[in-house]
């Protein structure tokens, strides 16, 4: 019984909230800043995207 309540009690949401700047480039697309070793670069936010990709050039700089 109690491990049954705990596991219901860890399933249980939790309201979150989270400020993430979105901005519509002039292709149209949503993008978002990205922050890592490679300084701060705007990506594409398309949540039915089936994979990840990167333009060579980008991943290069990126090291």
Same mark, same amino acid.
């Given at each position: 019984?109690?491990? &049954? /309540?705990? /596991?219901? /009690? &860890? /399933? #249980?949401?939790?309201p979150? *909230?989270a ?6 480039a002039?292709? $149209?697309? *949503?993008?978002?800043?990205?922050? $890592? ?6 990506? #594409?936010?398309?949540? $039915?995207?089936?994979? &990840?990709?990167?333009? *060579?050039?980008? &991943?290069?700089?990126?090291?």
């Open positions: 019984m109690i491990r &049954s /309540l705990s /596991l219901a /009690l &860890s /399933l #249980v949401a939790v979150a *909230a400020a993430v700047p979105v901005e519509i002039q292709t $149209g697309h *949503a993008t978002v800043p990205v922050e $890592g070793a490679f300084g701060e670069a705007q990506f #594409v936010f398309d949540t $039915g995207a089936e994979g &990840s990709a990167v333009y *060579a050039d980008f &991943s290069d700089k990126a090291g």
